[in-house]
């Protein structure tokens, strides 16, 4: 039978330090005598040890645990094993530093299974929503070496690295639907409750209204009418979207064809994509997995159909004997030069060495693309935003300059 996962507590404490001055403060643990005994291991002689609430729903300790935390998590563990501190040790030293209740639960679960007698790699593998199977066959590939430390610092830095460009593509995605979802909510807004007022101004006129003033009053109580229709087919719109594209394989799949078509941004997509495959196949190539092995791994990281089939197809060549070279070149999707750096590697013997230079140009180029992306959208967004919302407000003051040339 399992037993039952141990619940984190915060404990706030004072004592003597060391030096025998007095000190407080808090620490993290499962119960009071676990929190007494991890402060006497600090070298803290307790004297007043007392449990407090912490949950708040907004507060820190409350959100769920991300990719970053895994990647700090890592880090931090390659540190203390680097450090000479022993593995259960060095678990408990993160644990205690971390704030996210869960993300600390976590870690005791790990601690706790690694001090029953089973390695790292199967404790992470009990939470494969955090560790997946290229992190946990990493790990274990690195005690079984004898070079967990040198292992968990390569996958911490590949995490990094993974996550950065992952932020660099929602930079150039946020921006851009963000300043058009403030100009749609505006337009509604107008349409909702300014153009009203214009209207029973416009009914006592008498005269003829502009044809692109009578648009925008019609549209107006169209939206003023239907609006819950309106906003029910957005809901639904953006949800069966999200529904079909987690449900159906093949709608996903058409998905990833068509954002690689997209200007500008299917180009940035397609160099994040090649940094990607050439960091994971750097590093699990250089962790000593077979290449063929290390292929299928950065399909699966690829993150596109395009890729993951062509990556899959450049894994079946490679298996039957086939340069990495020749196979990348068949699938027609790499860039000469990528395929010419991995040429160069493949004859030096320095594959690893060189997908990592891919792998940083990529990034870098990510990064720029983004920047020009950004600076190139400015202007458009503010031509189509002073369109839209310009293009209102002239409908409504039409009628006033005509009435004021007449007279």
Known sequence: MATKAKKVLTYTWSGLDKSGNHSKGKIDAASLAEAK????????????????????????????????????????????????????????????????????????????????????????????????????????????SGALETMLDRIATYKEKLESLKAKIKKALTYPTAVLAVGFIVSVILLLKVVPQFESIFS??????????????????????????????????????????????????????????????????????????????????????????????????????????AITQIRNAVSTGQSLQNSMLMTGVFPNMVVQMIAIGEEAG???????KVAGFYEEEVDNAVDNMSALMEPFIMVVLGTVVGGLVVAMYLPIFKLGAVV
């Open 37 to 144: 005994a991890l402060l006497r291991r600090q070298g803290v002689a307790p004297r007043k040890v007392i449990k407090e609430s912490n949950f708040s729903l907004f507060s820190a300790r409350s959100k769920p645990i991300k990719p970053v935390d895994i990647a700090f998590f890592t880090r931090q563990v390659a540190t203390m094993l680097k450090a000479g501190v022993p593995l259960i040790q060095g678990l408990e030293i993160v644990a205690t530093g971390v704030e996210k209740d869960a993300l600390k639960k976590l870690i005791f679960d790990i601690r706790d299974s690694v001090n029953g007698g089973q390695d790292l790699a199967t404790s992470m593998a009990k939470h494969p929503l955090f560790f997946d199977d290229l992190y946990c066959s990493l790990v274990a590939a690195g005690e079984q």
């Open 204 to 309: 006592n006129f008498g005269a003829d209204l502009p044809a692109f003033t009578l648009l925008i009053l019609d549209m107006s109580a169209f939206v003023q009418e239907w609006w819950w229709i309106i906003g029910l087919a957005l809901i639904a719109f953006f949800y069966g979207f999200i529904h079909l594209k987690r449900r159906s394989v093949k709608f996903a799949n058409q998905i990833d064809i068509l954002v690689l078509k997209i200007p500008v941004l299917g180009e940035i997509l397609r160099k994040a994509i090649i940094a990607r495959f050439a960091r994971t196949l750097s590093t699990t190539f250089a962790a000593g997995v077979p290449l063929v092995e290390a292929l299928e791994s950065a399909a699966g990281a690829s993150g596109n159909v395009i890729y993951r089939e």
């Open 350 to 356: 320095s594959l690893d060495s060189m997908l990592d």
